[in-house]
């Protein structure tokens, strides 16, 4: 566009500068100016100009539809890759058991489907077997599960421990080799099944009420966390009275206790009772064998309460 030209139009429509330069760069987007080689703009018919504008609308369109599709399709892969994605909040099952009956049909029910594992914690006022029979037929549900391949554990309050009837049920669960531990005091009863469902009683106060059965992982969840915390600090019940216990520890082995207990290092045990470090792992091995204990810190605290460390 020769430089009169253009001057006159700016005068005619009284353009600044900075407008001007604004409505020549619009016409060039539009394709209504073109560039030469000489430097100026060439106008260009608003019919030809057009038809180039909506060109390269239209590939822009194509270009943009083009990777919507691909975005699509990475969409579809992630969420059949990783499901939760399109999981929304979890819903909650609620179920009430207003009677015994129902409480004891519906674990013979969960009993039956369970496949991976069933956590028990029982407080005092929990319904114990509390005949010879009721024993038997607690222990053989017990059984059953664990022959299915169903990993069981039970926390019991410690005080069963001071009720013949309560200490038959610990005695045959700890002889057939089922999962047991005690602790002074439970916060709540419940049973948890392959950890989706849970057992609550409607009344801690009274379990003949009823109970409440509730389904849903992420509640479930953390009634596990609260087992799992229960667990690791109870204790392991004593399958012998701790007479006969003391009876099975020499004069060593109650001296390494004793120097564990204080937190003796191994090879100063070994020093102190001059004996060699593979002689001292053998005891350890041999009061844990006597105790029950799976660890040395378990060992001090079940030796503690026998009164071994006085």
């Known amino acids: ?3 009169e030209l253009l001057a006159e139009a700016q005068a005619a429509m009284k ?3 900075e407008a001007l330069d604004r409505a020549l760069t619009e016409l060039r987007r539009l394709g209504l ?6 430097g100026e703009d060439v106008p260009v018919s608003s019919e030809v100009g057009l038809a180039d504008l909506v060109g390269r609308l239209q590939h822009d ?8 599709a691909s975005l699509s399709r990475d969409v579809e892969t992630l969420t059949q890759t990783y499901p939760p994605m399109r999981r929304g909040p979890e819903s909650v099952e609620v179920k009430i058991l207003d009677s015994l009956e129902k409480v004891d049909r519906h674990f013979e029910e969960l009993g039956a489907s369970a496949a991976d594992e069933v956590l028990t914690m029982l407080s005092w006022r929990a319904s114990m077997p509390r005949t010879t029979e009721e024993v038997a037929h607690g222990v053989k549900a017990m059984v059953d599960l664990t022959s299915r391949g169903v990993a069981t554990r039970t926390v019991f309050v410690q005080r069963f421990e001071l009720l013949p009837r309560h200490q038959a049920f610990l005695d045959r669960l700890v002889e057939v080799g089922i999962p047991v531990r005690l602790l002074p005091s439970v916060p709540v009863q419940m049973a948890i099944y392959d950890r989706h469902t849970a057992v609550l009683p409607l009344d801690p106060e009274r379990t003949a009420a009823g109970a409440v059965a509730v389904r849903g992982e992420l509640l479930v969840r953390s009634l596990v966390a609260v087992f799992e915390y229960c667990w690791l600090h109870a204790h392991v019940p004593m399958a012998e009275p701790s007479d006969k216990i003391r009876e099975r520890l020499t004069s060593q082995h109650m001296e390494l206790l004793r120097m564990q207990a204080v937190g003796t290092k191994d090879d100063a045990i070994g020093r102190a009772l001059g004996v060699s470090p593979r002689t001292v792992s053998r005891l350890v091995s041999e009061v844990h064998e006597a105790l029950g204990s799976s660890g040395r810190f378990q060992a001090g605290v079940i030796a503690a309460r026998l009164g071994l460390l006085d």
């Open 1 to 3: 566009m020769r430089g």
């Open 15 to 17: 353009l600044d500068d």
């Open 33 to 38: 100016l073109k560039a030469q080689d000489t």
């Open 61 to 68: 369109l194509h270009t943009h539809q083009a990777r919507l």
